[in-house]
Each structure stands twice: as C-alpha cells, then as structure tokens.
T-cell receptor
Framework: DTAVSQTPKYLVTQMGNDKSIKCEQN?????MYWYKQDSKKFLKIMFS???????INETVPNRFSPKSPDKAHLNLHINSLELGDSAVYFC???????????FGPGTRLTVL | KQEVTQIPAALSVPEGENLVLNCSFT??????LQWFRQDPGKGLTSLLL?????REQTSGRLNASLDKSSGRSTLYIAASQPGDSATYLC???????????FGQGTRLTINP
C-alpha cells in the first residue's frame, strides 16, 4: 500500500516539450506539495495546496502549473521544458497543522 | 528568511559506533522539525518529527533533540550499522508557512 505515489518514475524528454507528472496520496491528507531536488541534492518547495487550493507558489516560473482535481491528487504540468528543469521532483502530503510530511518516491526528469 | 545548515556534509564511521548529526536553523519561529533519510536514487523516509514544544523524540536506535531557542537539532544514532548508510536530511516548518525548509544533508557511510 503506497502512501504517496508518483508517475512516472523516470521522464526523459527534449527541450521545448510539455510534460506532466502525477501524484496521488491515499492517506486522507488535505495538503499536498511539490518539491524540487536539484543536481546538488538541495530540496526546495515549489507549490503547496490545501483542500485543492494553492497556498504557496515559491517563485516558480509560470511554465509550471500544478493542478489539484481533488484532495488526493496533485499533478504538475510543465510547458516548454528547459535544460535547467532537469531534477528530481518529489510530491508530498500532510494533514494541515504542525504535522508530519510524507514523500513520494520522486520523478527524475531529464531534459535533453 | 529561514535557512537550515547541516554539518558535516559527509561522515564515515566504523560499524558499531554511536554518532551525532547536527542541524542548525536561523529563525526559531518554527512549528516543527523533521529528520528524513534518503537512500541513493530513492525518496525520503521520515524518521522523526519533533514539535516546537518538544525537546526530543526517540525511535529505536534514533534520538532527535531540539533546542529551539538556539536554533539547533541533533540526530543521535546508536550502535550504527552498515544499513544506516544514507543521506540524512533535516527540515523545519516555519511558523505561518505550509512548507518545509531543508538543509543540504549529511551523507553518512557506515563501514563494516
């Protein structure tokens, strides 16, 4: 029983393409997140959603558009991919409040 | 702006030793602090969560402490094993923000 799952695990694509990464959690949490881990392994918040509403957009280019169709899903769509978008993208979830965050296995995006 | 620092960046010790990993943060206004483990090419596994009102948390051979006023946390690993080899990440949740701010991690190697 995977708590936070992401698809795909690996994504290799050309510059300029549009791609999506999907995330689902079965923990009943009301808050979901996207984090980016760069080549130096530094993890940084991109977006945070609570009850399907955007609450954090941490200076991410507008080529990145998160979409939350329901509380259990938070997808990340990226337009016009650039070389610098290559990274590992992690989805996470938690219950609102001072609660533990649980992370998915990550999606390794490589832009050629 | 909250910043999190982990020292050392890498640590190599013989099996069986007790060890301490350090984490410091610049702003004491936090909800909680979370320690994670990341294995190469894998996602993040939550190890311990310490709320801002707590001083320490224990799970098996792991003990995490929090001194909020001085902006420090330590992760103590007792009787280390080769299976403990991984990168350990510290993250704080700032007050008023639904996100985690991460340190850059300590890469731990336990030698048999």
């Amino acid at each position: 029983d995977t708590a936070v799952s992401q698809t795909p695990k690996y994504l290799v694509t050309q510059m300029g393409n549009d791609k999506s990464i999907k995330c689902e959690q079965n923990l009943g949490h009301d808050t979901m997140y996207w984090y980016k881990q760069d080549s130096k392994k530094f993890l940084k918040i991109m977006f945070s959603y609570n009850n399907k509403e955007l609450i954090i957009n941490e200076t991410v280019p507008n080529r990145f558009s998160p979409k939350s169709p329901d509380k259990a899903h938070l997808n990340l769509h990226i337009n016009s991919l650039e070389l610098g978008d290559s990274a590992v993208y992690f989805c996470a979830s938690s219950q609102a409040g001072a609660n533990e965050q649980f992370f998915g296995p990550g999606t390794r995006l490589t832009v050629l | 702006k909250q910043e999190v620092t982990q020292i050392p960046a890498a640590l190599s010790v013989p099996e069986g030793e007790n060890l301490v990993l350090n984490c410091s943060f610049t702003d004491s206004a936090i909800y909680n602090l979370q320690w994670f483990r990341q294995d190469p090419g894998k996602g993040l596994t939550s190890l311990l969560l310490i709320q801002s009102s707590q001083r320490e948390q224990t799970s098996g051979r792991l003990n995490a402490s929090l001194d909020k006023s001085s902006g420090r946390s330590t992760l103590y690993i007792a009787a280390s094993q080769p299976g403990d080899s991984a990168t350990y990440l510290c993250a704080v949740r700032p007050k008023g923000a639904q996100k985690l701010v991460f340190g850059q991690g300590t890469r731990l190697t336990i030698n048999p």
